[in-house]
T-cell receptor, first 114, second 111 residues
Framework: NAGVTQTPKFQVLKTGQSMTLQCAQDMNHNSMYWYRQDPGMGLRLIYYSASEGTTDKGEVPNGYNVSRLNKREFSLRLESAAPSQTSVYFC?????????????FGPGTRLTVL | SQKIEQNSEALNIQEGKTATLTCNYTNYSPAYLQWYRQDPGRGPVFLLLIRENEKEKRKERLKVTFDTTLKQSLFHITASQPADSATYLCVSNTGGFKTIFGAGTRLFVKA
């Protein structure tokens, strides 16, 4: 079991460029999440997908779009990157029915926007 | 707005001592609180969950308390080891699938 995998691990973009961050989980979880982590701040929820076929905005959705491609995969797209989107991005998955919403995180993508 | 606050200063303790980390929440009443561990360059890893109707939860050398009057959770690591050095995150639900994370407290355990 690989758990949650993310690609790429590192990325440097120029302002205005676009890119998609990929995430996949092999735990058959229904719910998946995208967070960003900035120095001195807690992880902030960008978007989440409660189940396959649904997506909802989190705390900081502006500038991002998501696609829940199937039960395993949940991608995050930056259409026109801005320096303010420089951050570490984490994908997570969970199975709410287990009663504790324990989230399993990927290793993160470190994104720099110049 | 709903907030979780953790001590932003790093906690330095000697090996073998008990580390105590604090999490305070404001403007809401979470149904549960979770604690995660995060090592540099890695994603958080779940450690423990405590529900609002539980006063204390233990797992090996870890103990978590939940005081709904003080709006606070304490996270204890007994007989701490250098391998316990990491950042510890307090997390709570805010309804449905949404959670909020504290910024974390960095723990250093010296041999």
């Amino acid at each position: 079991n690989a758990g949650v995998t993310q690609t790429p691990k590192f990325q440097v973009l120029k302002t205005g460029q676009s890119m998609t961050l990929q995430c996949a989980q092999d735990m058959n979880h229904n719910s998946m999440y995208w967070y960003r982590q900035d120095p001195g701040m807690g992880l902030r929820l960008i978007y989440y997908s409660a189940s396959e076929g649904t997506t909802d905005k989190g705390e900081v959705p502006n500038g991002y779009n998501v696609s829940r491609l199937n039960k395993r995969e949940f991608s995050l797209r930056l259409e026109s990157a801005a320096p303010s989107q420089t951050s570490v991005y984490f994908c997570a998955s969970s199975e709410i029915s287990r009663g504790n919403n324990e989230q399993f995180f990927g290793p993160g993508t470190r994104l720099t926007v110049l | 707005s709903q907030k979780i606050e953790q001590n932003s200063e790093a906690l330095n303790i000697q090996e073998g001592k008990t580390a105590t980390l604090t999490c305070n929440y404001t403007n809401y009443s979470p149904a549960y609180l979770q604690w995660y561990r995060q090592d540099p360059g890695r994603g958080p890893v779940f450690l423990l969950l405590i529900r609002e109707n539980e006063k204390e939860k233990r797992k090996e050398r870890l103990k978590v308390t939940f005081d709904t009057t003080l709006k606070q959770s304490l996270f204890h690591i007994t007989a701490s080891q250098p391998a316990d050095s990491a950042t510890y995150l307090c997390v709570s639900n805010t309804g449905g699938f949404k959670t909020i994370f504290g910024a974390g407290t960095r723990l250093f355990v010296k041999a």
